[in-house]
């Protein structure tokens, strides 16, 4: 019975690899740019690869130029420039599916490969989270991979590289693979010694929708559900004992305009500030800042000065920075949970911190003045106000019921009577300035959780809170807050406590099962550590890694030095590994086969000489001992078949198994000599 030989597994050709690289460095970059970018650039890798499987016809000249010129125009509509990281990556994300419409040759196959791994590097670009760093891995991998199916095809037009003979793909992954590890002790040398570049990170508002956090306006009566989110906002780590629960506020936006229903941030002329004395214990802390793309720093209130050259600290005890906050950021600070101001409020801050639009919320005003008159002093009047929040049916909610575009402050007190901290916080302040103490509302964080994995206290967005500040003679600005007074226990613990159903219901199960909570402290401890050690390292933690392996005083030059010597150990090593890798080459399967015949052989006084083929050494061996050419001439023969032969190619796996079988039941042995007489 004659049985079809199976057929070899053929390579994937290589465009399908090219195709598939560009497809994963597009996906990259799916929740950076307008949806129809993604779709756009997906659609025209799906033409190419329908144009190399199927019947699809490729564009031609004139098309593809007037759908570039199509696609650039439809970038610039969209963003109005084509410079910047996002309209740049857009940009590039088609102009790279372009280019495979027109693939001919392995040039172009480079170029898109090239494309795509520009577009990984802008993906680094946009996140440097530690969850990222897998794909980009898998990305570098798939675009590796690529380049070796390319460079190992045969020369040839594009279309034959429909039927390839190259590398198969696990041989591709590995070569990949082994090639991405030799390169990975240069990238962790130049991670450390290459000197640290000033670098601008960019990013994209994250939709409409209200979530916590702050924001430099605060109007409480246009949003009616406020979504907490789980996201991390900074961690701290305390030089020593951290202030109590109830001290933990954070101080981000201080607003002072208000125009009957919105808070803006106020303009404050540079080179004032106030003179303060510290009434508690300084408290020494670092604080690790995520992204917030704005240019307020944060820091525990109150803060003492402020931690850089570049900040300036303002005289109602803002951070504003020369640019905005666009990478993780990590400063330390020195805070007092109470102070007192020494020196009066100037007329024109009195002024500025007393205004209110005329016409406005008119019965809040007409309560603020009754309250006012009834008590005898500013600390009166703030207390009779608190005592009408806490006495008048008021509840805490982050779904309150929306309030009148008119007078929302009236609306709130006299109507809904339910709201979140930004409601009570803009209405004490309306009632402050009523009646003519001066008052503003501060925006920040309150509380925050321990991380016992890490020793940080985390701050996530979700406790983002409003407060008010008002100033009382003898005291200065006093923080005031008015939440207290309707969920006091707000001081004490976070949003998810006080109202577990107002986050998403992943974040519930975390908060509901320990395990999970305890999974994602370490995993926020391996992100800390992540942020610190590797996102964060910057030049003056080049120079403190310098001056960890001895030297003194290290400068850039020194960097230099400690570059050049671990590049040359590594150009040794990665030597020394192809030294060892074009060695000895390791014989198939029918040269061991090959090899133990000739091994045998030797034994019984017939070596194969070195420049002897199969056919020659069967010859050889006839010619000195013919006893053996019915045995061992047809096993060179078929060798040389199997080696050589027209069919060499598809020698099947049973050919090889029955030279293999014959080779071992081979048995030789010497001539026995002649008895001498």
């Known amino acids: 019975m004659i049985t079809a030989r199976p057929v070899p597994r053929q390579p994937l050709p290589p465009l399908l690899w090219v195709c598939g690289a560009s497809a994963a460095a597009v996906l ?13 650039a997906l659609g025209l890798v799906g033409w190419r690869l329908a144009a190399l499987l199927g019947p699809a016809r490729l564009p031609g000249g004139v098309a593809r130029a007037a759908l570039s010129l199509a696609l650039v125009a439809a970038v610039f509509a969209q963003f109005g420039t084509l410079d910047g990281l996002v309209p740049g990556t857009a940009l590039l994300m088609l102009m790279a599916a372009v280019k495979l419409l027109e693939t001919r040759s392995r040039r172009d196959q480079y170029v898109v490969i090239g494309g795509a791994l520009f577009l990984l590097l802008a993906g680094c670009l946009y996140g440097q989270a530690l969850a990222w760093v897998p794909l ?8 590796c991979s690529a380049l070796a199916v390319v460079a190992y095809a045969p020369v040839t037009d594009t279309e034959a590289f429909a039927a390839p003979i190259g590398l198969a793909t696990r041989e ?17 040398l130049l991670f450390l010694f290459f000197p640290r570049l000033p670098g601008h990170f960019w990013a994209l508002t994250s939709g409409e929708n209200a979530v916590t956090g702050l924001g430099s306006t605060l109007t409480p009566g246009s949003i009616t559900s406020l979504t907490a989110s789980y996201e991390i906002a900074f961690r701290v780590r305390f030089d020593g004992r951290p202030p109590p629960r109830d001290k933990r506020y954070w101080r981000g936006f201080v607003m002072q305009h208000f125009d009957g229903a919105t808070w803006t941030v106020g303009w404050l002329p540079p080179g004032l500030t106030q003179r303060l004395e510290c009434l508690s214990r300084p408290y020494r802390y670092r604080i690790y800042l995520e992204p917030t793309f704005r240019r307020w720093w944060l820091a525990l209130d109150t803060v003492m000065g402020s931690p850089s050259a570049s900040v300036r600290y303002t005289s109602d005890y803002q951070l504003i920075a020369a640019h905005r906050v666009t990478r993780p950021l990590t400063y330390s600070a020195v805070s007092c949970t109470r102070v007192r101001s020494l020196a009066p409020l100037a007329p024109a801050a009195r002024r500025e911190d007393t205004q209110l639009p005329p016409g406005r919320n008119p019965r809040t005003r007409a309560l603020a003045l009754r309250l006012r008159r009834r008590a005898g002093s500013d600390v009166a009047f703030v207390q009779s106000v608190l005592a009408f929040l806490r006495t008048g049916g008021f509840s805490y ?10 007078n929302p402050v009236d609306d709130f007190l006299f109507h809904t009577r339910t709201g979140f901290c930004g409601h009570y916080a ?3 302040v309306d009632m402050m300035r009523a009646g003519g103490v001066p008052a503003r ?8 959780k321990w991380n016992p994995y890490d020793g940080t206290l985390i701050v996530r967005q979700s406790d983002a809170h409003a407060w008010a500040e008002v100033w009382l003679h003898g005291r200065g600005w006093t923080r005031v807050d008015p939440t207290a007074v309707i969920e006091p226990e707000r001081l004490y613990h976070g949003i998810l406590d006080l109202l577990p159903h107002s986050v998403s219901a992943p974040e519930r199960l975390v908060h509901a099962w320990p395990w999970l909570g305890t999974a994602l402290e370490r995993w926020e401890a391996l992100n800390g550590w992540w ?8 030049s003056r933690a080049q120079l403190n890694l310098l001056a960890d392996l001895g030297f003194r005083s290290p400068q850039l030059r020194d960097a230099g030095w400690a570059f050049a010597v671990t590049l040359l150990s590594w150009l040794a090593w990665v030597s020394w590994q192809l030294g060892k890798a074009v060695g000895e080459p390791v014989p198939d399967r029918l040269g061991r086969a090959y090899a133990q015949l000739c091994r045998k052989l030797t034994r019984i006084g017939l070596p194969r000489g070195g420049h002897q083929g199969p056919l020659a050494y069967a010859q050889a061996i006839m010619r000195r001992r013919p006893d053996l050419a019915a045995h061992v001439g047809p096993l060179l023969e078929h060798y040389a078949e199997l080696r050589f032969g027209s069919g060499s190619e598809r020698a099947h796996d049973r050919d090889l198994r029955a030279f293999e079988r014959a080779v071992a ?9 002649p008895l001498r007489t």
């Open 28 to 40: 990259l970059h799916a929740t950076e740019v307008p949806p129809w970018i993604t779709i756009s």
């Open 136 to 143: 980009y891995g898998a990305d570098a991998l798939l675009c």
């Open 172 to 188: 591709v992954l590995a070569l990949a693979g082994r090639t991405l590890l030799y390169a990975m002790p240069l990238a962790i």
């Open 397 to 406: 909610s982050l779904t309150p019921p929306p309030l009148g575009p008119r």
């Open 426 to 428: 803009s209405a004490f």
């Open 441 to 448: 509302v501060v925006t920040g964080y309150l509380g925050g």
């Open 531 to 538: 942020n610190d050690r590797v996102v964060d390292f910057n």
């Open 665 to 673: 039941r081979l048995a030789v042995r010497r001539r026995e000599r």
